[in-house]
């Protein structure tokens, strides 16, 4: 074998556990986004929340090992019109007043190959909570390495939207989950 | 008496069709800002755009119908300016009868809510969601709409006087009876 080859490739696997021996905690809000998108008359209407806090530990070396909780506070709901930013808030829907924030506590972390891992929880709404399954793609990067997910809830299994609103006909029930997480190793 | 000429059969059912729905519309619009959010109201609000949208695709055919027929010619008691004034109310009614669900249309990009047709077919978002641009169209989509009713108000009580006062069989010509030819 080619002598160069040899010390490159020895270079490189030497080098290799020092770059990933980096734990992403400290997360950047300005570069993480949680958004929603539902179907209301099967018209599709984008939200999100502007205001969250996320704790979570990630060594990709260590997958097993990683963890992730976050709070969102509801207030910062945008439900796409000012309208129903107001609604939400309500006993019907969010009952805001009583239950003003939603959390997610990660309870296991697997990997699946190719920086995807499944994490499974609990998310909590309206003071119910139910176990979720999120795919999470992790995107190693320059500065911040970047953590993408999407699931679908069922807003009834929270009681999100009761009464007149548990109508799935005019607001479906799915609702979809995006998220992504910008976390340093610093 | 002068023998009755009427539109044919497809401008005949194109205009009460379109008239039917601009009637069902207009008040359902009304009725449906003021209420406070709802399933109902959204419900209501699907309803008025497939409507809208309804009436945009009917006025589409009726514009290309009426500029290959000839309609029926007015009786010889209309006098010169009535034919003036006519001729421009049903040019700035074909012009309300588009502008008003277009306006609509871009007024629900603008708020961020796409108009999906019956529910099944989604219609492009013509500009980017823009709450101040989506409240100016809501503006302008309200003033045409009151605009056309004035309009339609001139148009029924010019149909209305040719018929019963001037004693002409004037509603005929857009009605179902036999269509007869001098």
Known sequence: ?186 | MSRVMRYSTPAVVLHWLVALLIFAGFPLGLYMVDLPLSPDKLKLYSYHKWIGITVLLLVAVRVSWRLTHVPPPLPASVAAWQRQASAVVHGLLYLLMIAIPLSGWLMSSAKGFQTVWFGVLPLPDLIGKDKALGDQLAEVHTILNFTLLALVVLHVGAALQHHFIERQPFLQRMGWGKKERT
């Not at chain 1, 080098?15 to 993480?32: F, I, L």
């Open chain 1, 1 to 186: 074998m080619n002598p160069h080859l040899i010390l490159f490739t020895l270079t490189a696997a030497l080098a290799m556990p020092a770059a990933y021996a980096v734990e992403y905690r400290t997360v950047v809000p300005q570069q993480s986004t949680i958004q929603f998108e539902f179907r209301q008359m099967g018209v599709p209407v984008k939200g999100g929340f502007k205001r969250f806090a996320t704790q979570m530990r990630f060594d990709p070396a260590k997958p097993e090992a990683a963890s992730a909780q976050v709070e969102i506070d509801l207030a910062s709901i945008d439900a796409g019109s000012p309208e129903a930013n107001d609604e939400s808030a309500s006993r019907l829907w969010f009952n805001r007043s009583v239950y003003p924030k939603a959390t997610f506590v990660s309870s296991q972390v697997r990997a699946l190959g190719n920086n995807r891992y499944e994490m499974r929880g609990s998310l909590t709404l309206k003071g119910r909570s139910r176990e979720v399954v999120v795919p999470v793609t992790y995107l190693p990067g320059k500065n911040a390495a970047t953590f993408d997910g999407s699931f679908v809830l069922k807003r009834l299994d929270f009681g999100i939207g009761e009464g007149m609103w548990a109508d799935v006909a005019t607001v479906a029930n799915e609702v979809q989950i995006r998220f992504r997480i910008a976390a340093t190793g610093s």
